[in-house]
Structures are given as C-alpha cells and as structure tokens.
C-alpha cells in the first residue's frame, strides 16, 4: 500500500520517525517553518522513495494571498536555493508542464517572469549599469504531447549546447495533504522526473543523466484522490486500500484533485518562485530592482 506524494517531509512522515540514514532539520524564519531533509544512504531512499540528497521545504502562507517583493520571505527562500547553487556560471533555467492545464502549467508561467540576462554582454552590459548579472538563460520545455519531444531530450540537447554550470527545473508537484496546496515550497538538489505528480513518469532529468546540477523548485498543485481518501480514512488494511483503489481509479485511471482557486494559485505561486530564483541567481542586484527588471 503506497500512498503517493512528491514531498520529501511527506514521505518521511509515512515512513515513520525511526527510518535511519536520514539527516533531518527544522527551524523557523520570517513566519515560515523551513525543512531540511538529507537522505544519506541508499537503504534510506529505497525506503523514502526519494533519491539520496538534500530536501528543503518551506510551508510559506497561502500563496492566494499576495506577496510583494519587499516581502521578506522571498528573499528567506532565494537564500535557500543559492545555498545549493555553484558560485559562478551559467544558469539554465526550465519550466516544466503544460501551460494549457492550469494545475500543471506552475513551470512555464513561473519561468517567463525569470530575468533571462544570458544576452546582456560587453558594452550594452556596461551602458546598461547590468555587468553584475549572472547570465542565466530560461526555456519553457512544453510537454512532448505538444512538442513530440522528450522534456529530457529538450534539456539535455540545450544543457550540451550552452553548457551551464547548474539547471534550475520548476515544476508542479502533487502531495498528500489538501492543506500543502499552494502553502509549501520544496527545493532539492536531486533532480525531477517530469510527469510524476499525476504519475506520467518520464525519463529523470539529474546530475547524473545530463551532466551538471540540478536543482528541482516545486509546489504541490495537486493531491491523488485515493492518497487524499486514504489518508482522511487513515487506512491502513491493504484490502480496504485495494477496494478504494478499485473505486477511485476505474480502468486504471488515476483522479487528482486540486483547489477551486486555481488559477489565482498558479498566478500568485509563479510569481513568488520567480521573486526567490531570481534573488538567488543575481545576489548583486537588489530585490526591488530585480522586480522592476521583469
């Protein structure tokens, strides 16, 4: 019986405070409770279900709410991404989804507000007052229902062209939990496998399959409806577990389920992701000014 979440503090929770090989934190900051979760062995992640590396999450407040860009906790979670990111190099950023389905288009609404500054060079840099950017180069991937292309190939054709320092991938996340919706963030140094929220898996975009870091942004916009039962039912028999599974999944087709306010969710939640990658790409810029940029 497998509940499902992209959450590393969720799979945690399901697997019980004794799972070993884990490094585990918490503190809280600027009204946010912050995370930090090291899966240290491979017996811990087999058990996780989550590749061994760093996990951090932030439960932010609604993101429904709006949050300016003096606010300072936009500047609390830039830090905690700058802290997994190289010093210098390009910065390749990916918005992975569709934007045609709201829940899923997180990514590519969240990576057209990132200041893309890869062009801004030599003279036109130093005219401009901008030589102390960090050239950081963003892309929308699409989905290979629109594009006929693998969101891996995507990036790893570009990664091979461009070669960046570290790739930054923002995408929709699913979580166990109607109240994580829109109220967390969680940032990784493990990569994404694209899809995986509404169990679409593709091919993992990592370190390890296109060369360089990569460092995943994500927020739960979805919940499984057979996670979201179970767990309101507290079930734990496996055949009770397979009779709703049997109800809620009709010809195998998973449901999600996902907040009325969508919309402003994924309008409010894109902006604040892009406020913090942008604080942590360009730490010799001003908050106020990288808002005026975009």
């Known amino acids: ?60 407040p609604a993101m429904t709410d709006n949050i300016l860009a003096t606010d300072g906790r936009i500047e609390t979670v830039g830090r905690e991404i700058r802290r997994l990111l190289p010093v210098n190099g390009l910065a390749l950023v990916c918005g992975l989804g569709n934007i045609d389905i709201t829940p899923d288009a997180l990514g590519p609404k969240s990576v057209s507000r990132v200041l893309a500054t890869r062009h801004i060079t030599g003279e036109l840099a130093r005219s401009t007052g901008l030589d102390s950017l960090r050239p950081v180069a963003a892309l929308s991937t699409g989905v290979t229902g629109q594009t006929g292309i693998e969101t891996f190939e995507y990036i790893e054709s570009i990664v091979k062209k ?60 979805v919940v499984d409806a057979l996670t979201l039962v179970c767990d309101a039912l507290h079930v734990d028999d496996p055949k009770t577990f397979e009779e709703l599974k049997n109800v809620l999944t009709p010809q195998n087709r998973s449901m999600v389920v996902t907040p009325k306010e969508i919309d402003l969710l994924i309008d409010r939640a894109s902006r604040f992701i892009s406020l913090c990658i942008n604080f942590a790409l360009q730490e010799n810029v001003d908050m106020d000014v990288l808002e005026r940029l975009i």
């Open 1 to 60: 019986m497998e509940l499902r979440t992209d959450l590393a503090v969720e799979a945690r929770e399901l697997a019980g405070d004794e799972v070993g090989g884990i490094e585990y934190r918490s503190r809280r900051e600027n009204g946010m409770d912050i995370s930090r979760l090291r899966v240290k062995t491979h017996a811990a992640s087999v058990k996780l279900h989550k590749e061994q590396g760093t996990y951090i999450t932030v439960d932010v």
């Open 162 to 221: 461009l070669r960046p320092s570290v790739v930054i991938v923002i995408d929709a996340l699913a979580s166990r939990r109607l109240n994580r919706l829109g109220c967390t963030v969680q940032i990784s140094d493990t990569g994404i496998s694209p899809g995986s929220g509404v169990q679409n898996h593709r091919k993992k975009i990592s370190r390890d399959t296109v060369g360089v870091p990569v460092i995943a942004v994500g927020v739960p916009t």
